[in-house]
């Protein structure tokens, strides 16, 4: 199925409905400082964009429970960027730089993603999210990159997103949406991939080695990138192709209903 197929779903006329995990965190909007859930615009507009319905999620109590409810609604998952997941899940000591833990999300976003697994729900996972799965697979993470390649490459600070060079494997998943060879990316991290997750194959790097991509070593539709694409309002490709992916599993799901 194409990307522009996406945009009213196979069959039934019904755009697919794509949950993108959010933030909890403190903000301010006029007199209110509290705790909030917030996602930057540009994801959901992403969403949109590509031809799907973006819903948000927010971290949840009982977050198995809740998870198994609303993966019901959906026809895809994207795992969002934020803070660093806790060094904590993948047995390591916490490195003074790494971020203060956010239990709430991690706890909620493993939920989604495996009960996503399970359901052979269609994935997309940025930055945090490539990490969260990684970790989810019983990888590790470089906790401050700069300790591991010498460079700042990667978070050149002050909300600047750096530029940087990947390239991505030919034959790869990633290369039927993007194109194999050199492309260049919006980074805005300190931690990367260490030790690769179970299950998981490599499709780009960038020149230090570093892995920038990678997806399922099955037939399930699961592809993670370092950077952020939805920072890219000229290439929505990662975004159509979820889209695009979450039509064919909410086609699927329609047929064993009626079957």
Same mark, same amino acid.
């Given at each position: 199925m194409s990307a522009s197929d996406a945009r009213t779903g196979p069959a039934t006329g019904r755009r697919p409905v794509i949950g993108l995990t959010t933030y909890l965190e403190q903000a301010k909007q006029g007199v209110w400082d509290v705790r909030a859930a917030f996602l930057p615009q540009q994801y959901f507009d992403a969403v949109t964009a590509s031809g799907g319905i973006a819903v948000l999620l927010p971290p949840q109590p009982a977050p198995d429970a809740a998870a198994a409810a609303v993966l019901d609604g959906l026809d895809g998952l994207i795992l969002t960027g934020g803070l660093d997941v806790q060094p904590e899940l993948y047995g390591a000591e916490r490195h003074p730089l790494t971020d203060p833990a956010r239990p709430e999300r991690d706890a909620w976003e493993l939920a989604l993603f495996r009960g996503a697994e399970e359901r052979r729900m269609p994935v997309l996972a940025i930055c945090r999210g490539l990490q969260l799965v990684n970790v989810a697979r019983g990888g590790t993470l470089?906790?401050?990159?700069?300790?591991?390649?010498?460079?700042?490459?990667?978070?050149?600070?002050? /909300? +600047?997103?750096?530029?940087?060079?990947? #390239? @991505?494997?030919?034959?790869?998943?990633?290369? *039927? $949406? %993007?194109?194999?060879?050199?492309?260049?990316?919006?980074?805005?991290?300190?931690? /990367? +991939?260490?030790?690769?997750?179970?299950? #998981? @194959?490599?499709?780009?790097?960038?020149?230090? *080695? $570093? %892995?920038?991509?990678?997806?399922?070593?099955?037939?399930?539709?699961?592809?993670?990138?370092?950077?952020?694409?939805?920072?890219?309002?000229?290439?929505?490709?990662?975004?159509?192709?979820?889209?695009?992916?979450?039509?064919?599993?909410?086609?699927?799901?329609?047929?064993?209903v009626h079957a």
């Open positions: 470089h906790q401050h990159l700069p300790d591991a390649l010498g460079t700042e490459r990667f978070r050149i600070g002050g /909300g +600047v997103f750096a530029t940087n060079e990947v #390239l @991505v494997d030919d034959g790869s998943r990633l290369a *039927g $949406l %993007v194109g194999p060879g050199s492309l260049d990316v919006h980074s805005y991290h300190h931690q /990367g +991939v260490d030790r690769l997750g179970d299950g #998981l @194959v490599v499709t780009a790097r960038t020149d230090d *080695g $570093l %892995v920038q991509a990678f997806e399922s070593d099955g037939d399930g539709y699961l592809v993670g990138v370092q950077w952020h694409p939805e920072e890219n309002a000229e290439d929505r490709r990662l975004f159509a192709g979820l889209v695009a992916e979450a039509s064919v599993y909410a086609e699927g799901r329609r047929r064993e």
